[in-house]
């Protein structure tokens, strides 16, 4: 076990490396999920965050992670909604990472490669996208639940190994990796490659111990088994709330439609991005969507370049195990974390993100430390090792500033990613929200330009024209976000809205009829037909929305009085009295339903006018 010296010497190195994100404020993606996501606001509302989207419901499709959104609740709640509270979290968690990573490079490495590693990833300037901005709690819980289930299942197959075939230890040990377990997979979608990491690890320590390997997992195969379980109730629940496919409809842009070849292709240069990103991180980026990184499915040099490293590091791997186990265990550790963010076997929601090494670099790590290991002790060893970490952190210090503020941030974006859509996308959100609207307008036409699918960039702009009163502009980007992803019924909705705001009713009816084919269930989709239908001349089928609205919700006394003037359009008079009065019962202090009630009388529409 490593001293407590070497403890509180990486945790030092790490607080310092990462302090000054203390006084950095809610920027970019914190905006939307902490911000202004009134469903973490309010502690009364934690057990329906364990069953709600990552996102709000805008962006219902995107992500799953109770665990994350049940933390961002608390911090609400401990800090009153201030950003330091989140980045105190934060470096928390990070330096109990920190602290897990030394004490998994100590099963792996020696005292000096240990505390090298350990070193190298508390100062690592990659990982401050994941520190130094709100939402990298994701990352950060991730990891801390992944290695503390590793360390605590390696501990517990020790203890099985040396016969100790129950007790409170090993109890202890399982309760300790199954709730770290669930932290993680909880977190963050990467924790999923959990299970195939412990069999990894009983894998190792019978190598090393001179044992078999089916002997070592026999000795808590139902604790691995639980862990498995975890997993799959994890699948099945975020299966519940986001839709079968585990990216949830959302696919990141570049690989949408694209075979495993075709994502093989398209992510293989990301790997010489990854390789950058730890060997020499000069330049870094809060943004690598097109074209600052540009997808493409075919075979070039940079593809044939990412092959050769990837094939590289795999033959390295093998012929280290011998002499170098310490790199054989960072590569193969970096791949399997890595896994899910590498697009190939599933694809997700995003194509290249630095806070997606976090966890991968704890391979990386290893990596480092077994190489230092093997250097030939030399009399300068020490200070060159020192001067380098020295200067690793100079580079993290430096970039934390980049989350400070909104303006810095899209400062930043501008110089690292000018070519990147997102950039002239957060440069018009930012110029329509100072009311700049030309300049907001033409940012965003030029993000659109770059890069035309991403449907949150037309729906966005179409909010703007939408509120600007420019209608059929309005109408045509949310049809084209909802063509893009069908998933997004309020982009349907808000065509529907649009088209029958610009006098398009036919047309409305249409389009909210096409997204209720597949949402029958969803309100604002059958409010806005319900009166797409109305407003075309078609009061049955409007009438019969309503009462699908009224069914869904029948203690709405807003819908009781839709379907009430719905069936007053139809000529239904009893049922529009009826409904009616129930929306005058649940609402007795509205004063529409009472109106509409006392006008009812005789006639094609029971006296209530035109619709």
């Not at 470096?91 to 897990?100: D, E, K, P």
């Not at 089916?214 to 799959?232: I, K, M, N």
């Not at 993100?353 to 290991?373: C, D």
Request: hydrophobic share 55%; aromatic share 8%; with cysteine.
């Amino acid at each position: 076990m490593p001293s407590a010296k070497a403890y509180a010497l990486v945790l030092g190195v790490a607080l310092a490396a990462s302090a000054g994100s203390l006084t950095n404020g809610f920027v970019f993606d914190d905006v939307e999920v902490i911000q202004q996501d009134s469903r973490i606001h309010a502690l009364y509302s934690l057990p329906a965050l364990v069953a709600a989207p990552f996102w709000s419901s805008t962006y219902r499709t995107n992500a799953y992670r109770p665990a994350t959104t049940v933390a961002f609740a608390l911090d609400w709640a401990a800090g009153g909604g201030r950003p330091v509270a989140f980045h105190a979290t934060n470096i928390v968690v990070n330096l109990v990472v920190v602290a897990l990573v030394l004490a998994l490079a100590s099963l792996v490495l020696g005292p000096g490669g240990a505390l090298v590693g350990a070193l190298w990833f508390a100062v690592q300037p990659v990982h401050v996208e994941a520190v130094a901005n709100g939402v990298g709690l994701a990352e950060l819980l991730a990891a801390a639940g992944y290695l503390g289930a590793l360390l605590s299942y390696v501990a517990d197959g020790d203890a099985a190994a040396g016969g100790r075939r129950g007790g409170a230890r090993r109890a202890w040990l399982a309760v300790a990796t199954l709730v770290a377990a669930a932290v993680a997979v909880g977190a963050k979608e990467n924790a999923i490659t959990l299970p195939a990491t412990l069999l990894l690890a009983d894998l190792w320590q019978a190598r090393r111990s001179g044992g078999r390997v089916s002997d070592r997992f026999r000795g808590h195969a139902l604790l691995w088994l639980g862990v498995v379980a975890l997993a799959a109730g994890y699948l099945a629940a975020r299966a519940h709330v986001l839709g079968p496919e585990f990216g949830g409809g959302v696919v990141a842009s570049g690989l949408e439609g694209e075979s495993v070849f075709g994502r093989i292709l398209v992510m293989a240069p990301a790997v010489l991005v990854w390789l950058q990103w730890l060997v020499w991180p000069a330049h870094l980026s809060a943004d690598y969507l097109p074209d600052a990184f540009v997808p493409a499915a075919r075979l070039g040099m940079a593809q044939l370049a990412g092959c050769l490293v990837v094939a590289a590091l795999a033959v390295g791997a093998w012929k280290a195990r011998r002499r170098f186990p310490g790199v054989t265990a960072g590569i193969v550790f970096f791949a399997v974390t890595a896994s899910v963010a590498a697009n190939v076997l599933v694809p997700t929601g995003v194509l290249l993100a630095e806070r997606l090494a976090y966890l991968p670099s704890v391979g990386a790590a290893l990596v480092v430390g077994a190489l230092w290991q093997a250097l030939p002790r030399h009399r300068f060893l020490w200070p060159v090792t020192a001067l380098a970490l020295a200067l690793l952190a100079a580079r993290s210090v430096a970039r934390i500033p980049v989350w400070h503020d909104q303006q810095r941030f899209l400062a930043a974006l501008v110089r690292d990613a000018p070519e990147s859509y997102r950039t002239h996308w957060a440069l018009g959100a930012e110029a329509f929200r100072q009311g700049r609207r030309g300049e907001g307008e033409r940012e965003m036409q030029t993000a659109i330009r770059i890069y035309p699918g991403d449907p949150a960039v037309l729906q966005e702009l179409g909010e703007q024209y939408l509120e600007a009163g420019l209608f059929a502009p309005a109408a045509r980007l949310f049809q084209g976000a909802f063509e893009l992803d069908t998933l997004r019924t309020d982009a349907a909705a808000r065509a529907a809205f649009a088209l029958l705001k610009a006098g398009r009713a036919d047309s409305a009816a249409a389009i909210g009829a096409a997204a209720l084919r597949r949402f029958p269930d969803d309100a604002s989709l059958l409010v806005v037909t319900e009166q797409a239908y109305a407003a075309s001349g078609r009061p049955r089928d409007a009438l019969a929305l309503a009462r699908r609205a009224v069914y869904l919700l029948p203690r709405s006394w807003g819908y009781q009085q839709l379907a009430g003037d719905a069936a007053a359009s139809a000529g239904r008079c009893e049922e529009a009295r009826s409904r009616l009065e129930r929306a005058t019962a649940l609402a007795p202090s509205q004063p529409e339903p009472r109106a509409l009630l006392a006008r009812l009388a005789p006639g094609p529409r029971c006296g209530l006018g035109p619709s």
